[in-house]
């Protein structure tokens, strides 16, 4: 019985140490990530990353060329070939650790000097600059926005469809007509939002997304957001343009570019939550026309679930919304002189 005991006795000692032991070889969380080792693989332009940080809570990237991606593991896509500084960011319960390397990218984007990207930036070969502003001109038809009749398989669709009510000159607000939009050909890819003082919004995405304090906008209105970009203009972000092909053999897409038309769709894609002309439900807009001096494009602006919580049903009726309905926008901007 004695010996039975003190074999009980030694086991609970033997396992008290193994817990303290165990406790002991774990990584105390101080609210700080520990050191950030990032490590990556590239395939031509592609580079795929992924970082380690002790007790890190989450992770956010800056890749060098423009896309700010989020997560552990992140792929960046870099247009340029040449030398990028990668900056992860691990992010504790208190406090971030930051980790840098430099990647070299030797192939670049084969296509990045196509046609689509020429002219939407206005890219000079001989200065290296992207040349062409894109602004508001306020003319009839400049904007147009009315309902989908039915959800298409994606919001990139033809016949181009513009027979519904669009403004009809002078009734867009003046100070929009400053706003100006540029897509540069370099490293980062970057977009320029520069709305000056004030930000085109639309009513309904304006209200949901916290753009307003006080009174609810009106169906296009320019005003000063504090939340976007933290006040300041310009905007910064990065941009790509997509070639979709047809889906099916119905759903067939054609676009012009410069003069000709050309099959599939095109779409630029924004990122950092940034936008081309007005704010709207996503960051994609489907190249509608592309020329040296005309960018018309078409977006989804299906309005928000919760759209009720803003506005009067009743008032909603009358203007012939409703919280979810299919709604797209069609917006024709113009190159600067």
């Not at 005991?5 to 520990?34: E, M, R």
């Not at 580079?47 to 007790?55: D, L, R």
């Not at 009513?203 to 320019?222: S, T, Y």
Request: net charge negative; aromatic share 12%.
């Amino acid at each position: 019985m004695i010996r039975k005991f003190l074999i009980a006795i030694i086991s609970i000692t033997v396992l008290t140490f193994s817990a303290c032991k165990k406790d002991n070889d774990t990584p105390q969380d101080t609210g700080k990530p520990g050191p950030v080792t990032i490590t990556y693989t590239i395939d031509k332009n592609v580079v795929s990353f992924h970082a380690e940080a002790e007790n890190a809570v989450s992770y956010a990237w800056d890749l060098g060329n423009g896309e700010t991606p989020t997560g552990q593991d992140v792929t960046g896509t870099y247009s340029f070939p040449g030398d990028y500084e990668v900056t992860c960011t691990a992010k504790g319960r208190e406090e971030d650790t930051k980790g840098t390397t430099t990647v070299t990218v030797e192939e670049g984007d084969p296509d990045i000097f196509n046609e689509v990207n020429l002219l939407l930036s206005g890219y000079n070969s001989e200065t290296g600059e992207s040349e062409a502003v894109w602004t508001w001109v306020d003319a009839p038809g400049v904007f147009a926005d009315g309902p989908r009749e039915s959800s298409p398989d994606t919001v990139y669709f033809n016949p181009i469809d513009y027979s519904w009510w669009q403004n009809e000159g002078g009734d867009i607000d003046e100070n929009a007509l400053d706003d100006e939009y540029t897509f540069r050909l370099n490293q980062k890819m970057e977009y320029v939002n520069d709305f000056k003082t004030a930000f085109m919004v639309n009513w309904a995405w304006a209200a949901v997304r916290g753009h307003i304090n006080g009174d609810l906008p009106g169906i296009w209105e320019d005003v000063a957001w504090e939340g976007y970009n933290n006040g300041q203009s310009p905007f910064i972000s990065s941009w790509s343009v997509e070639h979709i092909e047809n889906i099916n053999d119905t759903l067939t897409f054609e676009t012009q570019i410069g003069d000709k038309m050309m099959p599939g769709a095109y779409v630029i894609h924004l990122t950092n939550q940034n936008s081309l002309g007005m704010e709207s439900k996503g960051y994609d807009y489907q190249i509608l026309k592309l020329t040296q001096d005309t960018l018309w494009v078409r977006f989804d602006n299906t309005f928000p679930e919760n759209l009720a919580d803003y506005y009067n049903i009743d008032d909603l009726e009358n203007e012939g919304a409703a919280p979810g309905d299919p709604d797209e926008s069609y917006l024709k901007l113009v190159r600067k002189k």
